[in-house]
């Protein structure tokens, strides 16, 4: 692949403590390290970019569309950027170019239907058992794929407290909800109290078990990591938080400090990344990434492929290059530093895990796999193994009707899943109903789902025993 003729090995980097642009040289420390500073002094405009950067013909023409994804940028995120390569993989992830205002094939407004699955306004219920909570539409700063650009960044968009009320009298009544995710845009944004208070009415549901935040601030705002913070998300366990970084070059002395604190207060960390054109879509450096991450007590946890939304096309990449990737992880670094690649399917069917294919073959008493190497071995399976024979307490059990899915068809729910409109495409013009095709339980399966038990007429029913 040819290297971009202005790509310098300076941009990949790695940058000390208390890096900054010249443009910030001379702001003191008190309010370089004051997360209101840094939300009060973002760069939003071509005028303030050239301040700090060096802009190519397309980065100017991106930021000066009008209609484009809000340009919101800290001067501290600001100052990770290469002044003079524009394949600087930081500068990549915020600043517009040309290309946002490019159309691709299958691009949505709402690739995930989020919107489709959303019951109240603010919360996605796309599971059986978890939600998306989303409490603002407000970023520290604003990455150019965001998935949820159609209202991320918008003031009129943001959740009020009318809105969160039905969020949680929602929640109050699906007791089969047990885990809630807080997004948005960015909760660590909120004021302190209104987090806490949020939290805590979460924490007073009885089935809610799990809360979760995801967030990029840590990343773009080190600074918001304060003890005040860290106090009320520690009030509220158990609580876990999944930050996003997609270049190493994003892992500063600030935020392996800010990470700390979190550990610290008691907060299990994870990254999720986007695989993204240009910036992370090498094995080296996803490599190096995930080491440093694991060095900060950061669980890798996703590898996300860029979602279908306006905008992002030009930092799409194939799924194979993901899966060339992945390949180069699995037996060339710790466990604990493979994340899992998923694709969030188009149209809200949700995370697909997509990895290399370690089964060569398989028949009724042996597994063929190969690993990293190309080592290839034969696994023996047990030839008594009957299946589990202990007692299920029935609470443990979900009773929610749907969306078991796959599972159910193991489980002898169903046997078969139908698409949408699937009966309807076998109605053939000039078909009628007539005395072979009318009867509707000549395609129940005995013994599955909920049909009788009972053998049908002239057939002997047989029960084997122990």
């Known amino acids: 692949m040819p290297?971009?003729?202005?790509?310098?090995?300076?941009?990949?980097?790695?940058?000390?403590?208390?890096?900054r642009a010249p443009k910030w040289a001379e702001v003191p420390d008190a309010q370089w390290y004051d997360w209101k500073w840094q939300l009060k002094n973002r760069v939003n405009s071509v005028e303030e970019l050239e301040e700090v950067l060096t802009l190519t013909e397309s980065e100017r023409v991106g930021a000066s569309a009008k209609g484009i994804f809000r340009l919101d940028i800290t001067p501290y995120f600001a100052s990770l950027m290469d002044p003079t390569?524009?394949?600087?993989?930081?500068?990549?992830?915020?600043?517009?170019?040309?290309?946002?205002?490019?159309?691709?094939?299958?691009?949505?407004?709402?690739?995930?239907?989020?919107?489709?699955?959303?019951?109240?306004?603010?919360?996605?219920?796309?599971?059986?058992?978890?939600?998306?909570?989303?409490?603002?539409?407000?970023?520290a700063s604003y990455c150019r794929y965001c998935t949820r650009s159609r209202i991320v960044g918008d003031p009129a968009e943001t959740f009020n407290v009318a809105e969160y009320g039905l969020q949680l009298d929602y929640l109050?009544?699906?007791?089969?909800?047990?885990?809630?995710?807080?997004?948005?845009?960015?909760?660590?944004?909120?004021?302190?109290?209104?987090?806490?208070?949020?939290?805590?009415?979460?924490?007073?549901?009885?089935?809610?078990?799990?809360?979760?935040?995801?967030?990029?601030?840590?990343?773009?705002?080190p600074m918001r990591v304060t003890d005040e913070l860290c106090e009320v998300l520690s009030a509220h366990h158990p609580l876990w938080m999944n930050i996003h970084i997609n270049h190493p070059r994003e892992i500063t002395p600030e935020v392996a400090d800010a990470c700390d604190k979190l550990t610290r207060a008691g907060v299990p960390l994870g990254n999720q990344s986007v695989l993204l054109r240009g910036v992370n879509d090498h094995p080296v450096i996803m490599q190096k990434l995930?080491?440093?991450?694991?060095?900060?007590?950061?669980?890798?946890?996703y590898i996300y492929q860029c979602d279908l939304v306006h905008g992002a096309g030009h930092l799409r990449?194939?799924?194979?290059?993901?899966?060339?990737?992945?390949?180069?992880?699995?037996?060339?670094?710790?466990?604990?530093?493979?994340?899992?690649?998923?694709?969030?399917?188009?149209?809200?069917?949700g995370k697909i895990p997509v990895s290399p294919n370690y089964v060569v073959s398989q028949s009724a008493d042996k597994l063929i796999l190969r690993n990293f190497e190309g080592y290839i071995a034969a696994y023996s399976e047990p030839t008594d193994y009957t299946g589990p024979d202990m007692p299920i307490p029935a609470e443990w059990e979900r009773q929610e009707p749907g969306q078991s899915g796959i599972y159910g068809?193991?489980?002898?729910?169903?046997?078969?899943?139908?698409?949408?409109?699937?009966?309807?495409?076998?109605?053939r013009p000039g078909a009628t109903q007539h005395r072979l095709n009318s009867r509707e339980d000549k395609w129940d399966a005995y013994g599955v789902g909920n049909v009788t038990d009972t053998a049908p007429d002239g057939m002997l029913e047989v029960v084997s025993g122990d």
């Not at 040309?98 to 109240?120: G, I, Q």
């Not at 219920?125 to 407000?138: A, C, F, G, I, K």
């Not at 806490?196 to 773009?220: A, Y």
């Open 172 to 221: 109050r009544a699906n007791p089969q909800i047990r885990d809630v995710l807080l997004s948005g845009g960015d909760p660590l944004t909120l004021a302190p109290k209104v987090l806490g208070n949020l939290l805590s009415e979460l924490r007073s549901i009885p089935h809610i078990e799990i809360i979760r935040i995801g967030t990029r601030v840590p990343v773009f705002m």
């Open 290 to 301: 995930l080491r440093e991450l694991v060095k900060i007590r950061v669980r890798p946890y």
């Open 317 to 349: 990449t194939t799924v194979s290059k993901g899966l060339e990737i992945m390949e180069s992880l699995r037996g060339h670094t710790s466990g604990y530093s493979i994340p899992t690649y998923v694709v969030d399917a188009p149209g809200g069917g």
């Open 3 to 19: 290297i971009h003729p202005q790509a310098t090995l300076r941009a990949q980097q790695m940058l000390p403590r208390n890096h």
């Open 85 to 139: 390569d524009p394949t600087c993989p930081v500068r990549r992830q915020v600043i517009p170019t040309h290309h946002e205002l490019e159309t691709f094939t299958s691009m949505m407004e709402d690739s995930l239907a989020e919107d489709k699955h959303s019951p109240v306004p603010g919360l996605v219920h796309r599971y059986p058992d978890r939600v998306l909570m989303l409490v603002t539409t407000q970023c």
């Open 409 to 427: 068809l193991m489980m002898g729910e169903r046997i078969s899943i139908e698409p949408q409109g699937f009966s309807e495409s076998r109605v």
